[in-house]
């Protein structure tokens, strides 16, 4: 592997917002005193039996640092309003080493450099190049060649990139390298996240033609229709299942519920035209947990009665908790009192995430994978050893 195309530099790879919080707070600070406090909270790493909480830095900073290492963690938590904590800024620190963005004056003092300031000014110049140096763009390419995507799903391609451009293998690694990217894409909305999955946006679609990608309005096209095509399928589906004959949707929540990993599945009441009542148990860590599952096949609004009735339900069954599943949406009245239960655990799914669970677990819908091929530029550009060649 060349200098010229090494990529991925940085591990732990920062939110850029955290980035321009510290750039300000280590403005006039000096590296060394920024490398104690940093050591400071390396060192208290704790024990299995007593970990350390690093959540609540108001009250770890007080607690375990001192002198100028608690000041500077002080003044990282306040100025970045509560928003960076001083424990997780390692990555961070390396990408603003990394990247140039400030420098030791003559008294070993951190000042902001020329593309500190532009960093700071969002300048698109600057972040594309580092954005490139990063792999941000080929990320893109990535999604851009799917509808929507799990992380596990990028991992095969996101592997050979890592194995061709930077020096990170091991599987652990190139899974973070993977997560902190595509949370600073998310960040600065050029991918839309929605539970696990992942979308690239059209900003993302366009910034990611700035990378000589001439064939991304290809792609383009091919997304727009596979995405009109998929939302024709999803509709007829819920369509299916509000006029779908009772036994066979009845037959349909107990084998998606069975894929989802619940046992005991017991219908306890029959719905008619209207849904179903289901008992189930699940493993909730070390324990079993027993749940209700009311299913209503209302393709309107599912308002604060269906929520009520799952709520007798639940005491009725002596159960743990319930789930309240519908084929159209919840109204805020709904996701309110489901919010403030009184102890109950309720959970809603509406319409939209239930089609999602149908489609993953592939409960009446089948999924075909689709491969774009992508022609490696900078392989056919690079200089090759040809010493080796055969002779003619």
């Not at 609540?56 to 000041?71: D, F, T, Y």
Request: proline share 3%; glycine share 6%.
């Amino acid at each position: 592997m060349s200098k010229q195309t090494l990529k991925v530099r940085t591990p732990q790879f920062p939110l850029y917002s955290e980035v321009r919080h510290l750039l300000q707070v280590f403005e006039g600070v000096s590296q060394s005193s920024i490398k104690a406090m940093l050591k400071s909270i390396e060192e208290q790493t704790g024990t299995p039996r007593q970990p350390v909480d690093w959540t609540n830095p108001k009250s770890w900073i007080q607690k375990r640092l001192a002198g100028e290492s608690a000041l500077l963690a002080q003044r990282i938590w306040q100025e970045s309003n509560n928003e960076v904590n001083p424990r997780h800024i390692y990555g961070s620190y390396l990408f603003i080493n990394n990247n140039g963005l400030l420098s030791d004056n003559v008294f070993g003092v951190y000042q902001t450099t020329p593309r500190g300031q532009a960093f700071l000014a969002n300048d698109p110049k600057l972040l594309a190049e580092i954005d490139d140096q990063e792999g941000l763009p080929h990320l893109l390419r990535i999604l851009a060649g799917k509808t929507s995507a799990r992380r596990r799903d990028l991992l095969p391609e996101w592997s050979d990139f890592l194995r061709e451009h930077s020096h990170f293998g091991t599987q652990a690694t190139i899974r973070d390298t993977l997560r902190r990217r595509l949370n600073n894409l998310v960040e600065r909305g050029y991918v839309s996240r929605e539970g696990v999955t992942y979308l690239i946006t059209k900003k993302g679609l366009d910034y990611a033609e700035q990378f000589s990608q001439a064939d991304l309005d290809q792609k383009r096209d091919i997304i727009r229709t596979i995405k009109s095509f998929n939302q024709e399928q999803m509709n007829k589906l819920s369509s299916l299942l509000a006029f779908m004959q009772q036994r066979d949707f009845e037959f349909l929540v107990l084998e998606l519920l069975e894929s989802m990993g619940y046992e005991d599945i017991k219908i306890t009441k029959e719905g008619g035209s209207k849904g179903v009542e289901v008992t189930a148990s699940i493993q909730f860590g070390i324990s079993t947990v027993s749940e209700v599952i009311h299913v209503k096949r209302y393709q309107t609004s599912t308002g604060r009665p269906a929520l009520d009735q799952l709520r007798e339900a639940i005491s009725r069954h002596e159960c743990f908790r319930g789930t309240l599943i519908t084929l159209g949406r919840f109204t805020r009245e709904c996701k309110e009192a489901a919010l403030i239960a009184e102890g109950l655990q309720m959970k809603l799914i509406d319409g939209k995430h239930l089609l999602m669970l149908l489609s993953e677990n592939s409960i009446g819908v089948t999924r075909q994978a689709v491969t774009l091929y992508h022609i490696d530029d900078e392989y056919f550009s690079s200089s090759k050893d040809t010493s080796a060649a055969p002779e003619n």
